[in-house]
């Protein structure tokens, strides 16, 4: 363990969403990670039954949070976690409902007082307080979207797909693929509550099918990719009022390649290149970043070295980015070269059943 001057949380499926019954996951995933090197190595597992895909961490880290992706009368969950940094371990607090169904994506403000949650089957987005010991408050908040668009197959109804809190603390901002709208909330830091917003939201191209979205360091520019319709949006990001005003779109897919399934988006922490990941292709699209943010080049495409490419993170330092590849159960890690953006192997790989995210702790 000596070697690894990080812990990496990795959320995965345990059921549903698998491509071999064979193989089972245990839930979260610890891992040691090496800074210097890019290695991985396995540490701990903390199971949690139920599809502990997409996680949070404090911004002390003394906390973990994840979310229970599931669709029962329960609804979905949140669950709280108190992480043991020297034994590389996770000890539950508690678990709640989201008061809605597939939770699949969360987040914690910067001051460590509300976590937020995108509910995918319920359509509906989740407040949810945290209180001074970590656990979480049951009596939550929850907003139910309206809408839907033009996919019969995907559109019907609607689908918050993540929730992003602005780098100024002000707003919410929750793309949800149902309705083709990056739905826009006011952060209430007193009564902590989302708060209606005008305008309530931004459109995007009809079928694009928005999913994850990234904030240029500045805080002035926002990246939203669209898993449908294998693209990324650029807006310019008014933060006097939350409005979004699209300035750019580029594709995250060869000329040449069909099959469209987008899934995650990073920047550097730099802001010099944006990495998108695409399902299928399976690959990470790569872009220079200029114009202060407001400018996308397409200057390369990675393969992942594995299948299915879910969710992607680049280290706290900017020097590696891990894939994770959510259908051959793998993570590879990669060099960012600082010059050019672009990616080198690293021959650096850990197996774990149907990784879906990463977070990273310093130990």
Excluded: W
């Excluded at 169904?101 to 509300?114: R, V």
Aim: hydrophobic share 30%; proline share 5%.
């Amino acid at each position: 363990m000596d070697n690894f001057d990080y812990l990496a949380f990795i959320g995965t499926y345990t059921k549903g969403n698998v491509v071999n019954e064979g193989l089972k996951s245990k839930g979260i995933y610890i891992l040691g990670y090496n800074s210097k090197s890019g290695e991985l190595g396995l540490l701990n597992t903390a199971y949690e039954k139920d599809n502990p895909s997409f996680l949070s961490v404090s911004p002390d880290g003394k906390y973990l949070y994840s979310v229970g992706e599931i669709d029962d009368e329960r609804g979905g969950a949140l669950s709280s976690y108190l992480v043991d940094k020297e034994n590389a371990s996770l000890n539950i607090i508690n678990s709640i409902s989201t008061g809605s169904n597939g939770p699949c994506h969360l987040m914690t403000d910067a001051s460590g007082s509300i976590l937020l949650a995108a509910n995918y089957a319920g359509g509906a987005s989740t407040l949810a307080r945290i209180n001074d010991d970590g656990s979480l408050n049951e009596n939550v908040q929850v907003i139910q979207h309206q809408g839907s668009s033009i996919n019969p197959e995907r559109q019907m109804e609607p689908h918050a797909h993540s929730i992003n809190i602005s780098p100024s603390g002000k707003y919410a901002l929750v793309p949800d693929l149902g309705t083709d709208k990056v739905i826009i909330y006011k952060i209430d830091n007193e009564s902590k509550k989302l708060l209606s917003n005008v305008p309530e939201f931004a459109k995007v191209t009809p079928g694009m099918g928005p999913r994850h979205l990234e904030f240029h360091p500045n805080g002035k520019v926002v990246y939203v990719i669209h898993e449908l319709g294998a693209n990324i949006s650029v807006f310019d990001l008014d933060d006097h009022n939350g409005k979004l005003n699209e300035i750019q779109s580029i594709s995250t897919l060869p000329p040449d390649y069909e099959q469209k399934s987008c899934a995650d988006i990073h920047i550097s922490p730099d802001g010099k290149y944006l990495y998108g990941s695409n399902r299928g292709h399976d690959s990470l699209a790569i872009y220079k970043v200029s114009d202060e943010g407001r400018k996308l080049e397409n200057i390369d495409f990675q393969s992942t070295l594995g299948k299915t490419p879910r969710n992607f993170a680049i280290d706290p330092n900017g020097n590696f980015l891990l894939a994770a590849n959510q259908d051959s159960s793998d993570i590879f890690t990669f060099k960012i070269n600082k010059e050019s953006g672009k990616l080198d192997p690293t021959g650096f790989k850990i197996d774990i059943p149907y990784p879906v995210c990463i977070k990273f702790l310093k130990r």
